[in-house]
């Protein structure tokens, strides 16, 4: 039976100490990507193969016009011309009704919205450019820490940390006096950049924290992939050095994230999955255990290909406005996936198929809520 490789380079990933951005240390192999992934059966080999109706005359025809028209690519910068937004002040006072606020009840999705897959890796691909994927969006960790509002690249100090895409710095410096999360200092050395694009009218800020350098100064444009600072370990970062990475809709503030995995482009041939698990009220589950399972993927020593999370936990956490998710998660290579939830009730499965450069929905209903963990006891409230 034929067997397609794909040739990733693997990692380690050991326990990490608990911290309130990054639990977990992570062991690095010699070069940092997602692990080594192999397709079991021959499903999608035909998915690998149209690279042969490429035809090289074909392709010597066009060389000549690309290249011409790369050239206006440098006057990208110059063309961005900063609104109003950014002129008063980079915190200006939370105004009731900019960010989103969470509806408990969301309709079933027809047909699957269209992506915003608008950013780009963080991090240079010879570094871990892929998120640490045991602390994930609105992960607690079983309860023990506060909602995560973003995601984690574990990296060596120093590590370059890149633009995500085209837009102006609004903030670059310490938050020990400007509060960029619940308390001063808890991103440390850190970096917010409003996006040129905007979503749903409203202005997108991503924000980069826990760096030891920063190169760039409020009121710089920058071109997607430049350069703004290096990975540390600054602000509460105490599991170890790190990128935390934040998307922020409406307004430029904690409680106004969404999930960085339904913004960052998925790897060549791979894909994002996002859904929803919900009561017998249509009310959003928080805290369900979920297990993605690929059917026809194995990892390194022939071990399935799994992933674990949980459904958003209510608190200061926010789907996306019109997917309305209590889950998501980026990086599976194209297949065919079992998607499971457990509550500690029953355990109920689909089959879903993840397709290159795509997002993949997927819905649980009626499930009873949990009866044991409640969230608000972490005691993350924001005043």
């Known amino acids: 039976m034929a067997k397609w490789i794909i040739h990733w380079a693997g990692i380690a990933l050991a326990t990490l100490t608990a911290s309130a951005c990054n639990p977990r240390n992570i062991e690095r192999a010699v070069t940092l990507r997602p692990p080594a992934v192999q397709y079991v059966t021959p499903t999608l080999t035909p998915t690998v193969t149209p690279s042969s109706t490429v035809t090289p005359t074909a392709s010597n025809t066009y060389t000549p016009s690309p290249t011409t028209t790369h050239t206006p690519t440098s006057t990208f910068t110059s063309t961005f011309t900063p609104t109003a937004t950014f002129t008063p002040t980079p915190f200006p006072t939370r105004v009731p009704g900019a960010t989103y606020t969470p509806v408990s009840i969301y309709g079933s999705l ?176 928080p805290m369900a255990d979920i297990t993605i399972q690929a059917k026809e993927l194995s990892e390194a020593a022939n071990k399935p290909f799994r992933r674990y999370l949980t459904t958003y936990v209510t608190e200061t956490i926010n789907p996306d406005e019109i997917l309305g998710e209590n889950f998501a998660a980026s990086d599976l290579p194209a297949g065919r996936y079992r998607i499971s939830v457990n509550t500690g009730n029953k355990i109920r499965s689909q089959e879903i198929d993840i397709l290159p450069s795509r997002l993949a929905w997927l819905e649980f209903r009626d499930v009873p809520p949990l009866t044991t963990a409640n969230p608000t006891m972490i005691g993350t409230s924001v005043p």
């Open 110 to 285: 027809s047909m699957i919205p269209q992506e915003h897959f608008w950013m780009h890796r963080p991090i240079p691909s010879e570094n871990q450019d892929f998120i640490e994927p045991t602390y994930r969006y609105g992960s607690t960790q079983g309860g023990t820490l506060r909602p995560h509002h973003g995601v984690d690249f574990a990296n060596d100090r120093g590590t370059p940390v890149l633009s995500t895409n085209a837009g102006m710095v609004v903030f670059a410096g310490t938050d020990s006096t400007t509060k960029l999360g619940p308390e001063p200092g808890f991103y440390g050395r850190a970096v917010v950049v409003q996006l040129q694009q905007a979503f749903l009218h409203q202005p997108v800020y991503v924000l980069y924290g826990h760096l030891d350098n920063i190169t760039v100064s409020v009121g710089q444009n920058l071109i997607r992939g430049e350069p703004l600072g290096t990975v540390g370990g600054s602000g509460i970062a105490r599991g170890g050095s790190h990128l935390h990475l934040e998307v922020r809709v409406g307004h430029n503030d904690y409680r106004a994230t969404r999930n960085p995995e339904l913004w960052l482009q998925p790897y060549p041939g791979w894909g994002t999955l996002a859904g929803r698990v919900t009561d017998s009220h249509g009310n959003l589950v």
